[in-house]
């Protein structure tokens, strides 16, 4: 957690009481962050702008607080509201962003699509096209409210005029910008407002606006244990329910620091789900485990499906990263179907699953490429030729009940007595209880045999084996097949750098430098540089991707050895783009910065040796890049099998 420095007080300027929340109130703090003086300092400018917020309105006009505090935490975040809600995406094509943009100044689309292809952002294209042009008279100054309204607007807009229908509305409110407006309104609607500051940053600067606020009310004293605990109970609410109107509706009309207990699992609103740690060895998890009793279980290769069955009966599917995914599998309607009537007192359930490609013909689990191949959108069942079959592992809520402060021995009995397996649709997943090495091997090699990665091992008794959302828990435990060598799991990490290709390489990058994500300080330390392993195609195609996200110079938050050239790259990026590598081991290095912060200041940092390519991990977000600490743990683990 995170102690902030009060003295930090941000420079921004103040709310105007007299008239409404204006647009460029918020922009001149994205401004802010922009420039970017630090982690720290940027959540005490966000915090400070919430603090502005919520004082905003007459002390009695809650429900406008609660109104406003939602609209700038969603706007910071540039989004409209929670991912599995549909309708709300923003993301906007160039194609469209670019028209506009020539309607609204007159400039010619092919001159703005070459400046947009030199510049590399459609912000800085749109603020240079609006300097240059000169309006008959001043529109009215844009409202945060208004901009609010209209950017749900254009995502909701579909159908056949849609297209139109959008490009007039930014026209209107381009029209209307002035200053940076148009650079992060445009930057807002193509989904990438790069102000570098990501939800967990978002959540530690609202709680704490929110629990300064609440004690004001109350006129008591705060306290830094009830900063702390503030933002504590929001991140655990927020894995429950991830969605800021309500939580910031429950902090603000009951109180932050029981928000937890005044929350709680809803179906129809996915949890963040619980993740796994790596192990590389059957002795390891016996270590990690020491006594406890423990199940394995097939850990299957398919896409994490959370399935909810909401109160009104209605079935939705939600992925990993808690997004609807129901409209990509309307096959599983009829299975949930048949799973109620074989158990008519079902009302509402939420199940943790993985669904799996699954051939009818021969009943058996078909490889994870080939689920990766059914459509997305628009999916019809006729069409549908990639069978699944459904997975559970585990039981989160049944008929008004959340289950998840329940020992997974008790969870996997509900589910057992509450629902049926469905021969080729839907099956619990296969499980050995048992503490024998030899039992574990041969499980082992069987799920492997079986077409899955491998085992997952997971605690059975007591407070230990609570489902933990959100958390990579140590009551967890995955053991690949292919983990058995080398080191435990593969690596997510963020491309920062880039190097400039010679000979067969030349017009690409040849390399790149990649970094962990430090959770506590929300810098990007450096850990290895990688150029082996690429195609042609996949450095033309990184080129195509990354190229429009250089930037001039290292950002603060880059942790690099600028004295070494091989860890100073030829050309920056914004941290967007995230490479899956596998490595060989890990080894400390004075020229890599991974870790130096647990390590100590002068400390050699951890770099990868040998890392090879996987894939882009384009489901997940820098934040979500493997954690310094995790890598430090993993060198540890290793340090201690030598
Ligand atoms: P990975 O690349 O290994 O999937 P990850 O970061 O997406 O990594 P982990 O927590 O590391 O997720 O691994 C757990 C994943 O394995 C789950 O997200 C789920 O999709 C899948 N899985 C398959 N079988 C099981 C099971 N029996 N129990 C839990 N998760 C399972």
Request: charged share 30%.
């Amino acid at each position: 957690l995170i102690k902030l420095d009060s003295k930090k007080e941000a420079e921004i300027p103040k709310l105007d009481n007299s008239k409404p929340i204006m647009y460029s109130s918020l922009t001149s703090v994205f401004k802010e962050l922009e420039e970017e003086s630090g982690r720290l300092k940027n959540i005490a400018c966000t915090c400070e702008f919430f603090h502005q917020v919520l004082e905003y309105t007459d002390a009695d006009q809650i429900d406008l607080k609660i109104r406003d505090l939602t609209m700038v935490t969603y706007l910071m975040a540039n989004r409209l509201g929670p991912d599995y809600v549909p309708g709300l995406e923003l993301g906007l094509g160039e194609t469209m962003l670019l028209k506009a943009l020539s309607q609204s100044t007159g400039r010619e689309l092919a001159h703005l699509r070459k400046e947009y292809h030199n510049e590399g952002d459609i912000g800085v294209v749109a603020l240079k096209s609006r300097s240059k042009q000169r309006v008959m008279f001043k529109p009215k100054r844009l409202t945060l409210l208004e901009v609010w309204k209209e950017l749900n607007e254009i995502a909701k807009s579909e159908g056949t005029n849609s297209q139109s229908k959008k490009i007039s509305i930014i026209n209107r409110l381009l029209t209307a910008c002035e200053g940076t407006e148009a650079k992060f309104l445009m930057r807002t609607l193509e989904g990438k407002l790069r102000i570098n500051f990501g939800e967990k940053s978002i959540i530690v600067a609202l709680s704490k606006a929110i629990i300064e606020w609440q004690m004001k009310q109350k006129k008591k004293k705060i306290t830094p244990e009830m900063i702390v605990q503030a933002e504590e109970q929001y991140k655990e609410a927020y894995s429950q329910v991830p969605n800021h109107e309500i939580l910031i509706k429950i902090a603000m009309k009951k109180d932050i620091l029981n928000l937890v207990d005044n929350t709680g699992l809803s179906p129809g609103v996915p949890l963040k789900p619980m993740l796994a740690k790596p192990t590389k060895s059957i002795t390891e998890i016996f270590d990690t485990l020491e006594g406890k009793r423990f199940t394995c279980e097939y850990k299957y290769d398919g896409e994490r499906a959370q399935i909810h069955i909401s109160e009104d009966g209605q079935m939705h599917v939600y992925s990993r990263n808690s997004e609807n995914m129901t409209e990509k599998y309307p096959d599983l309607i009829p299975v949930v179907d048949e799973l109620k009537k074989e158990n008519s007192s079902i009302k509402t359930l939420i199940l943790d699953c993985e669904c799996v490609a699954w051939d009818n013909e021969t009943n058996k689990i078909l490889p994870f490429q080939v689920l990766s191949t059914r459509k997305r959108k628009d999916v019809q069942e006729k069409d549908i030729k990639v069978r699944v079959c459904i997975f559970a592992f585990d039981i989160l809520y049944y008929n008004g009940e959340s289950l998840i402060q329940k020992p997974l021995a008790e969870r996997r009995i509900y589910m057992y007595n509450n629902l049926k397996e469905i021969k080729g649709k839907f099956a619990f997943a296969t499980k050995m209880d048992t503490d024998e090495v030899d039992k574990i091997t041969k499980f082992l090699d069987q799920s492997v045999h079986d077409s899955c990665e491998g085992l997952m091992i997971k605690t059975l008794d007591g407070k230990d084996s609570y489902y933990e959302p959100s958390k990579r828990s140590r009551n967890w435990l995955k053991l690949k097949k292919d983990y058995l060598e080398g080191v435990g799991d593969s690596l997510d990490l963020v491309v920062i750098g880039g190097y400039i290709g010679k000979g067969k390489r030349t017009g690409w990058y040849g390399g790149f430098l990649l970094a962990s994500y430090n959770q506590d300080t929300g810098d990007y330390e450096t850990v290895c540089k990688i150029g082996t392993g690429f195609t042609e195609e996949q450095l033309q195609k990184l080129h195509e991707i990354l190229k429009p996200t250089e930037i001039s110079k290292a950002k603060p938050s880059y942790i690099y050895d600028s004295t070494n050239s091989a860890a100073s790259p030829d050309v920056w990026f914004e941290p967007t783009t995230l490479f899956e590598v596998k490595v060989a081991d890990l080894t400390t290095s004075p020229v890599y910065k991974c870790g130096i912060t647990y390590f100590g200041e002068g400390e050699k940092g951890i770099s990868l040796r040998f890392p090879r390519l996987i894939q882009l991990r384009n489901d997940k977000s820098p934040e979500d890049a493997t954690s310094s600490d995790q890598i430090v743990e993993m060198y540890s683990s290793q340090a201690n099998l030598q």
